[in-house]
């Protein structure tokens, strides 16, 4: 693929120069166990690194799209699945963030149901001693979070969809399959529901 003599930086410099089309391109990384590294945000790279990770050795090309990368002295086609050579073990904790908080709640108001101008919402108001953190932070609509206000749920007459609790990796990645990104390459399908039930 490549001549010992090209050195990296020259390697990085003609693949960067490529049109902007290509940027088009991005490569899902697999852990070595040939799962996602993680379903959303979905684990991918721009077509650059997946290039330069080949090249180093430290990944496997598993499906590559029709679209070639060319430069003055090769031509690759474009990486779109590449496996990493060593096994990444998984998060075991999930990190607080506004967007976990949102995938937990499946993007819905834990008040209404509704899906459109999310916010969030602390169950026991600060202003009541209530703290930030995973049992007391949901997923608010802007209408119910102005409704409730600094009012308790008792005071308010508002009930939870379900109860907020801190929830597991795994509980997330299954949660994050429901809402893939808006757009899948099909030599991606395999790797993202593999083992997802069969349709009989």
Known sequence: MLTDKTSEAEFRTDFVRQ??????????????????LSYYPLSLWPWQDAVKAAWL????????YDEVARSPSM????????????????????????FNLFLRD?????????????????????????????????AACSRCNLYKGSKSLRQSGMSLRKPPRQPAVGQLMNMGRKF?????????????????????
């Open 106 to 138: 499946e993007f819905t108001c834990q008040y209404c149901g509704t899906t459109g101008d999310l916010t969030f919402d602390h169950v026991v108001p600060r202003a009541a001693g209530g703290i930030t953190s995973w049992e007391n932070v949901v």
């Open 19 to 36: 049109p902007g089309g290509l940027k088009q391109h991005p490569a899902l990384v697999l852990n070595a166990d040939y799962r996602p």
């Open 75 to 98: 031509e690759i086609r474009i990486p779109s699945v590449v496996v990493l050579k060593d096994y990444v073990k998984p998060q075991k904790k999930v990190a607080f963030t506004r």
């Open 57 to 64: 050795e430290r990944v496997d090309i598993i499906a590559e």
């Open 180 to 200: 893939p990104p808006n757009y899948l390459h099909d030599s991606w399908l395999d790797f993202l529901y593999w083992d997802a039930e069969l349709e009989a």
